[in-house]
Antibody, heavy 122, light 112 residues
Framework: EVHLVESGGGLVQPGRSLRLSCAASGFLFGNYGMHWVRQAPGKGLEWVSSIEWNSRRILYADSVKGRFTISRDDAKSSLYLQMNSLRPEDTAFYYC???????????????WGQGTLVTVSS | QSVLTQPPSVSGAPGQTVTISCTGSSSNIGAGHDVHWYQQLPGSAPRLLIYVNKNRPSGVPDRFSGSKSDTSASLAISGLRAEDEADYYCQSYDSSLSGSYVFGTGTKVTVL
């Protein structure tokens, strides 16, 4: 069974940095693209960033481009999101999500982790 | 910013059928990109409900069905049950600029 467990969330002041981690298990991590999706409390889903299985294609939402960096460590079956220059509007649950299938150039998301809450406030 | 538009809410009595629309544009659904649907129960993470327009993952009841046409897609829930009360989101890919994944605005389904 696939498991995705996020960590690293918490309360952080505006302008500071935070690094999220996602520990994956139950599948061959290095074969799949991975994504981060966030959801502000009481709001809808917003795609944040994606990284292909071979790290050759990385995408970011305009709202985080230049501030967030996605990366992966296949040896550790882990996905990361380095978040710099955080803003109050970055406050959200951040979900680690697996690409549903290997080999597709455009993904759908399955499964999702349980999420980690990031709160940006002074 | 969502580029796929859904109705904020739909409701129906148990046993009825409700339909949720997902309207996009020529750079996403209209460009031929597939649509996927997710269900988010209260207090839970989203789960995949429909993939590639009309396919159900194992474990998803056949009461859920999806379709896609031109620049829009739809999710139908037939034989509505109390446990279907949740938020539903469509998702696709947008090929404008460098490309991005996009979600719908979300629809709250209420079982009366």
């Amino acid at each position: 069974e696939v498991h995705l467990v996020e960590s690293g969330g918490g309360l952080v002041q505006p302008g500071r940095s935070l690094r999220l981690s996602c520990a994956a298990s139950g599948f061959l991590f290095g074969n799949y693209g991975m994504h981060w999706v966030r959801q502000a409390p009481g709001k809808g889903l917003e795609w944040v960033s994606s990284i292909e299985w071979n790290s050759r294609r990385i995408l970011y939402a305009d709202s985080v481009k230049g501030r967030f960096t996605i990366s992966r460590d296949d040896a550790k079956s882990s996905l990361y999101l380095q978040m710099n220059s955080l803003r109050p509007e970055d406050t959200a649950f951040y979900y680690c999500v697996k690409a549903a299938v290997h080999g597709a150039s455009i993904h759908w998301f399955d499964p999702w982790g349980q999420g980690t809450l990031v709160t940006v406030s002074s | 910013q969502s580029v796929l538009t859904q109705p904020p809410s739909v409701s129906g009595a148990p046993g009825q059928t409700v339909t949720i629309s997902c309207t996009g544009s020529s750079s996403n659904i209209g460009a031929g990109h597939d649509v996927h649907w997710y269900q988010q129960l209260p207090g839970s993470a989203p789960r995949l409900l429909i993939y590639v327009n009309k396919n159900r993952p194992s474990g998803v009841p056949d009461r859920f069905s999806g379709s896609k046409s031109d620049t829009s897609a739809s999710l139908a829930i037939s034989g509505l049950r109390a446990e279907d009360e949740a938020d539903y989101y469509c998702q696709s890919y947008d090929s404008s600029l460098s490309g991005s994944y996009v979600f719908g605005t979300g629809t709250k389904v209420t079982v009366l």
